[in-house]
């Protein structure tokens, strides 16, 4: 595959890509708290789990938006540069 | 080469494009486009699946379709409406966030049905049919920003109405702060942080918008692109190796998104809808 195109196009692809992979990283570690959390304190009370699995989800949803913030900023900038 | 690696392939273009040619033009910009007839087949579908299984009453030896709706109902009442809401807000609001949930669910799930939508026509036997699609209602920020001004304005028209304007707003800022004074003694320093304390209680306030918006319609974005740029990646970069990572890691992706996501944002939008509007109910908890 031969490459072409110019540093602006290259520029724009290579934000595109750091920004949505560096905002993942830190949303990345906080889901897996959660569901970390969430597995060793189920361990310790089992009998609590039907309201620790609804209030997991709940943060994994609020964590996991996170990301979407760094992906939508990056779209802005790929479509704006 | 393959015919497929000849398409000219762009992932965007279907979530972007459709607003340029609506099906029917109205002005003030209420077109009729992709995005308007998916919210109508998804408020079609809700309505008549409801029907079928209400339309002869309930059965006090429930059948398979009445127990699912049964299902669904707790799930509402016991995980979402009861996460936030008071007792005196649930006659209310307890019907807005269960249908906030069907609604956004089945929007979101109808995205996952391939649909002939698309914006070029191809030929079969003759006819000239859009491309098949799939594209979801909630994948609009117009869509996710209405329906989030729904519950923005009825978050803060419900706090006033139970408490009262003044004793509303004062419940913003957090509890244990010094009380401004303007005539008494008060140090100026004590003014200005609790100034930038309301500024950033009013500006978090403001924020829910964006966050609560944002998340459905991202999560639906990026959900539809990435699997389509998985099973487009041949397309994408000229080569058919990819194929074999590119159609298992699409359909992978596709199962994940419509078990799990589809149903989780819906849940996690009417469950922070009832979190919301409790929490200006009752300001104190």
């Known amino acids: ?81 | 080469m393959l015919p497929v690696l000849k398409v000219d392939f762009n992932p965007v273009s279907e979530f972007t494009d459709f607003v340029h040619n609506p099906y029917v033009k109205l002005p003030l910009g209420l077109d009729i486009n992709k995005a308007v007839i998916y919210m109508w087949m998804a408020a079609a579908v809700t309505t008549i699946l409801t029907l079928i299984v209400f339309r002869k009453g309930l059965k006090l030896r429930p059948d398979g379709k009445q127990t699912s709706a049964e299902v669904i109902y707790d799930l509402c009442q016991s995980q979402v409406a009861r996460a936030g809401l008071p007792e005196e807000g649930m006659r209310i609001w307890f019907p807005y966030v269960a249908t906030l949930f069907v609604f956004i669910w089945m929007m979101n799930l109808i995205g996952f049905i391939p649909l002939p939508f698309g914006e070029r026509h191809f030929d079969l036997f003759g006819l000239s049919i859009p491309e098949f699609q799939i594209y979801a209602a909630t994948a609009n920020l117009s869509v996710t920003l209405a329906l989030t001004l729904v519950t923005f304005f009825a978050t803060h028209i419900e706090g006033i109405r139970y408490n009262g304007p003044v004793k509303y707003f004062k419940s913003w800022m957090p509890s244990g702060l010094p009380s401004p004074k303007p005539w008494g003694l008060k140090s100026p320093a004590v003014l200005i942080l609790l100034g930038l304390i309301a500024l950033i209680e009013v500006l978090s306030q403001l924020v829910r918008i964006v966050s609560l918006s944002f998340r459905l319609f991202f999560n639906m974005l990026a959900g539809h692109l990435v699997i389509a740029v998985f099973l487009g990646l041949a397309s994408l970069l000229g080569t058919y190796f990819v194929l074999v990572v590119g159609i298992p890691m699409g359909i992978a992706l596709y199962t994940l998104e419509a078990t799990l996501i589809a149903g989780l944002q819906a849940f996690i939008f009417a469950t922070l809808s009832a979190i919301y509007i409790g929490g200006a109910i009752h300001p104190d908890h």
């Open chain 1, 1 to 81: 595959m031969a490459l072409d195109g110019n540093i602006h196009d290259s520029a724009r692809a290579l934000e595109l890509g750091l920004a949505t992979g560096l905002g993942a990283i830190g949303p990345g570690i906080g889901v897996g708290f959660i569901f970390g959390k969430t597995i060793e304190a189920v361990g310790r009370q089992p009998e609590l789990r039907g309201q620790l699995t609804g209030l997991m989800w709940l943060g994994f949803a609020l964590t996991e938006a996170i990301i979407f913030y760094a992906l939508g900023m990056a779209f802005v900038a790929y479509a704006i540069a």
